[in-house]
Each structure stands twice: as structure tokens, then as C-alpha cells.
């Protein structure tokens, strides 16, 4: 089997794909000519244009055509962040607003001076944040896996583990066992995560699951991974007030997102529950208001109350818009004029 300057970006992802990710770790690791840790051995610090862009004892290759700084080949490393590593897109779902994690092992066995790959680190920076996983293995088997999913996105995880493995299994908040799936040719479990930040253990045949990075993960009296208790999340005894008084609930079952813009319908919700849920009939007067959507009755509310007015002539609300500090500021000011505050 030979592939070339075509050849060279599918090979690794079509082997890994049909099950021989061993065969993967084959190409890469060989050293001989044509090979990448050939390049390597000959003083490479990066990828060449070709195979034979330089040789020892026979010199450099034609100059009309030799980058010593080439995307064709270099094309592996796409290989390394997207089955190695395991950081891949979800092409249902692109821009990696839902992840997929397919960190594939060196099952290989060793056939030169080079160590079979055990250890694994890498990091993407995508349009929500940094992806972050790291891996180690043993004789070919999951030792640890750890991830970290940035925040308003999710990931379905596909662990290289026995079904054994996954027999009394303890999920935690943000973590779903979906049971055990095909992928890649291989069994793996099919874990569904929250962002968070998360880290899975193999010991003596059994997973286990933990939040990462000791205060990373539901603080005891809230069940937010974003949310700590620590010295600079000046917020934090607020969103345990509010959290507790049933005034605000998070972005999920598991994020507040304490960084995120509020909703003007989001507000008028919070005002709503400050009161405890008064009865009101909504009389269809805003034209992006229906009747019936979760924020109608505050809507209603808080129209009726003249705390919260629409827009233009009044026949919008705006509920999808991001509310502004002076019109937070003037709510408020309503709100307590009412309240006699």
C-alpha cells in the first residue's frame, strides 16, 4: 500500500474509520523512507512537500517543487486532533456547538525503536472557547480520559471501554450513558455531556465519571458547573439568593451562564416570580407576544403594572431582545414606585 500528495489526508482518518486505527499509528510512527518521523530524524520542524524533499547522503530534492513547509502531508495532524486527540465536528450540528469526542488508542504493537503512543494532550480553540482533552492508556487500554467543554455547547463522548466497564456505573449531572454504541469500527460507550468540565477513570475494570479541576462542578448548595464558590465569583451569594427563591433558573440543568446577556421576556419573568406568579388575562396587545409562550403571563403582568411598556406605538415587546442597563434601571425604578420602595 503507497499513497502520495492526494493520498496522504484520507488514508489515517479511512483506516481509523473502518476499525484499524492500529494501522494509523503504524504509518505514523514508522521512521523509515517515505515516512513523517523520517523527516523527523533528518532534522524536519515541519512537514515537507515531499517524501524525498531531502535525503541524507544524496541531498535536496528537485527545487522547482520542494516547501519544506507543506499543508499535503502535514495533513496528519488533522488525523491527530480529530481521532487521536478526539476534538471532532458534529456535522449535524456544525461549528461545534455540539462536539464530538472520539479519542482513538494505540492499540498497535511495538515494531521499531519507536514507543507506542500512551499519552495524549491537545487543545482546540473553537467559536465558543477552548476544547480541551487529554488521554492515557495502558497495553492498549483506556487508563483516564478528561475533557473540557466550553460553555452553551455540548458533546457526545465515544469511549474506547468494554461494556464490562460501564456495569454499576454512577452518571453525575451533565452526564448521560447512552449505552454502548459501534464507532469507528470499535465498541465504545456513547456518553452525553453538558460543557463542564469532566474526568473519566478506568480502575480495576470499572469507569468512573468526576467533575475536573477540584471547584469545577456543582457547588453543594447550587447545581451550576459555572457557578463557585471562590474569591473572584463576586456574584455568587446573589445566584444562590435567587436560585433558591425560584427567581432564576439556569441556561440548563447544570449552567447559569453568569456572562450571558438577559432577555427583556427573561426579566419580565424574574419581576413576575418576585411576585409570586400573580393571576393575569393577556389580551393579545403586543404582535410578538402569543398567548400561551412561557413569559406571557409576565408579559401580561408587567404591561398591566406599567413596569414594563412596549415598544413604538406599544404594539411591540421585544421579548427575544437583549435588555439595556437604562432600561433595567428604569423597570426598577418602576418596579419599587409600585412597591412603595
Do not use: C
Not at 40 to 67: H, I
Not at 136 to 153: C, F, M, Q, R, W
Amino acid at each position: 500500500m503507497a499513497v502520495g500528495f492526494l493520498g496522504s489526508n484520507v488514508i489515517t482518518p479511512v483506516l481509523t474509520e473502518s476499525g484499524n486505527a492500529d494501522v494509523s499509528y503504524d504509518l505514523l510512527l514508522q521512521d523509515g523512507q517515505p515516512s513523517w518521523l523520517f523527516e523527523v530524524n533528518a532534522g524536519a520542524t515541519t512537514v515537507w512537500e515531499r517524501w524525498n524533499s531531502y535525503t541524507p547522503g544524496v541531498g535536496f530534492g528537485d527545487s522547482e517543487m520542494n516547501s519544506f513547509n507543506h499543508y499535503a502531508y502535514g495533513s496528519v495532524l488533522e488525523w491527530m486532533y480529530r481521532y487521536m486527540a478526539g476534538i471532532s465536528v458534529d456535522e449535524e450540528d456544525p461549528g461545534f456547538k455540539n462536539i464530538i469526542l472520539q479519542p482513538t488508542l494505540d492499540t498497535g504493537v511495538k515494531y521499531n525503536s519507536e514507543e507506542r503512543i500512551n499519552e495524549v494532550e491537545a487543545s482546540y480553540d473553537s467559536y465558543y472557547g477552548t476544547i480541551q482533552t487529554s488521554w492515557t492508556s495502558s497495553e492498549g487500554k483506556l487508563s483516564d480520559y478528561n475533557v473540557v467543554i466550553p460553555a452553551n455547547t455540548t458533546a457526545v463522548l465515544y469511549l474506547p471501554v468494554d461494556a464490562s466497564a460501564l456495569k454499576g456505573f454512577k452518571a453525575i449531572k451533565g452526564v448521560s450513558y447512552e449505552g454502548m454504541k459501534e464507532h469507528n469500527g470499535i465498541s465504545a460507550a456513547e456518553i452525553r455531556l453538558d460543557s463542564g468540565s469532566y474526568s473519566f477513570e478506568v480502575q480495576d475494570g470499572k469507569l468512573s465519571v468526576a467533575y475536573a479541576g477540584g471547584s469545577i462542578g456543582p457547588d453543594p448548595e447550587l447545581p451550576f458547573i459555572d457557578v463557585v464558590h471562590s474569591a473572584e465569583n463576586w456574584y455568587y451569594d446573589a445566584v444562590v439568593n435567587v436560585y433558591w427563591k425560584d427567581l432564576m433558573t439556569g441556561l440548563s440543568e447544570t449552567v447559569f451562564g453568569p456572562s450571558e446577556p438577559l432577555l427583556r421576556a427573561e426579566f419580565a419573568v424574574i419581576l413576575h416570580r418576585m411576585e409570586d406568579l400573580p393571576k393575569v388575562s393577556y389580551d393579545g396587545r403586543y404582535q410578538d407576544v402569543a398567548d400561551g409562550l412561557w413569559y406571557t403571563d409576565a408579559v401580561a403582568w408587567a404591561s398591566e403594572e406599567g413596569v414594563i411598556t412596549g415598544y413604538g406605538a406599544g404594539e411591540m415587546f421585544g421579548p427575544g431582545d437583549y435588555i439595556s442597563r437604562e432600561q433595567m434601571a428604569t423597570m426598577m425604578y418602576r418596579y419599587a414606585k409600585r412597591k412603595r420602595l
